[in-house]
């Protein structure tokens, strides 16, 4: 929890102080709409003399025993929830914890207790913000408006003496007329740049797992939805008891440089190359230089070639390729950089008049026993998913040890609520 004493003013001053707090800040921005108010990006470390909105104070970075940043917010009269995008750099075993406080609170607090009462005003709005890959990511969380009644503080706290956030984007956003499909159950979300995302994305939870699924002739199925670092070589398996007559790969990638693309590798042949798309210019995951790894993750697409998916097992690797051959051995020899997918989905297309059952009956994951990216089809190290069959609504799709395996899970330190699987540890810290 984030609890900090509350201003305690000198009754003398105290009417001073209403008279600046309403007209310098809370009195105005009452006054203003969501609708009136612009996304703003600030830069850490941030300069004192920064302008800043008049809905937000300054930044401070009280002394306290893990890195805090606290931001002083007013919302906007009428109510509107906030859309807040952090790009930060991952601690491995640490986390980041994103709270709000009502009220004014002091800044230059260190005593952790609360005052008394104060404990009901805060709350954690997000436990850990990390997604356990150990590297540059960029996340969005949604704050309700009914969270932030009030002038208030939203803070972040990391588990080190330093913060690790590079950037914070906020959007104030508010309820409008809308028309959607009926298929559509979840809260849609559409900031200014208008890339709309389920409610439920930005709730800064663990990512879950999902179940194959079929839509007429189309079977959807998730390969992976939580993050992995793959640099080191990541095998993907599917059991799949038909060969479509189509398949497309999905998947959003972080951490690829700029000038590299993925090449797209299955059952240990080169299938050919995704190149995940360029975002806008003005999207706030570029770097302030212009060689810098875009921070965030990018969506990438693959039409699956003819004739390269069998019947039974099949297996995908991905691994990183420059878009021009290296022209030195200094070049060739280049250190991989860390790279990471997410929400890999194989999408595949049967007949209408087929019969069969295109149960994709296990999905799972394997690390690569060699040390470049390229494939390799005798790892000895496998984890292998259980039966989950398409068809059945009711069916699991879930990844456990191979029978022959030796292997306890271990919680995930970074992203909690995870189990750690072996593939994870092959993929060395930045």
Request: with cysteine; glycine share 8%.
């Amino acid at each position: 929890m984030f609890h900090r004493p509350l201003r305690q003013p000198p009754m003398i001053v105290f009417p001073l102080l209403l008279f600046a707090l309403f007209f310098l800040s809370g009195g105005f921005v009452s006054l203003l709409r969501a609708q009136d108010l612009q996304p703003f990006t600030l830069d850490l470390p941030f300069s004192a003399n920064e302008a800043t909105p008049a809905w937000l104070g300054q930044p401070v970075m009280p002394s306290t025993t893990f890195a805090t940043l606290d931001l002083p917010i007013t919302p906007p009269a009428g109510g509107a929830a906030l859309l807040v995008t952090v790009f930060f750099q991952e601690k491995d075993g640490g986390f980041l914890r994103i709270g709000w406080q009502n009220g004014t609170v002091a800044t230059d607090a260190t005593n952790g207790l609360p005052d008394p009462g104060e404990a009901a005003q805060s709350s954690v709005l997000c436990e850990n913000f990390y997604e356990g890959i150990g590297m540059n990511n960029q996340r969005s969380l949604l704050i309700p408006a009914d969270t932030m009644k009030q002038a208030g503080e939203l803070i972040f706290q990391c588990g080190d003496n330093t913060l690790g956030i590079s950037r914070i984007k906020l959007e104030w956003l508010q309820s409008s007329t809308g028309l959607s499909s009926p298929a559509i159950t979840d809260t849609l979300v559409t900031p200014a740049d208008g890339k709309t995302q389920l409610a439920g994305e930005l709730a800064g939870l663990p990512a879950t797992e999902q179940d194959p699924a079929w839509h007429e002739r189309i079977v959807n199925v998730p390969i992976t939805t939580a993050p992995l670092r793959i640099e080191q070589g990541v095998d993907f398996t599917v059991q799949m008891d038909g060969i479509p007559t189509r398949a497309r790969l999905a998947l959003k990638e972080a951490g690829l440089p700029w000038g590299q693309h993925l090449v797209v590798w299955i059952n240990g042949q080169r299938a050919g190359i995704m190149q995940p798309a360029t975002p806008e210019l003005d999207d706030a995951g570029y770097p302030t230089d212009t060689v810098s790894t875009y921070v965030g993750w990018r969506d990438g697409t693959f039409h699956v070639p003819d004739g390269v998916l069998n019947a039974g097992t099949n297996t995908l690797q991905f691994s990183s390729e420059p878009d021009v051959p290296p022209s030195t051995p200094a070049e060739a020899n280049a250190p991989t950089a860390p790279l990471a997918v997410k929400n890999v989905l194989l999408e595949l297309d049967y007949p209408a008049t087929s019969t069969t059952t295109a149960s994709m009956t296990s999905v799972g994951v394997e690390p690569s026993v060699t040390d470049t990216p390229a494939p390799d089809t005798s790892a000895s190290t496998t984890t292998s998913g259980s039966t989950a069959t398409a068809m059945d609504e009711s069916a699991q799709t879930s990844v456990s040890p191979s029978p022959d395996e030796s292997f306890t899970p271990t919680p995930n330190m970074q992203n909690p609520g995870l189990l750690s699987l072996p593939v994870t540890s092959t993929s060395p810290s930045p």
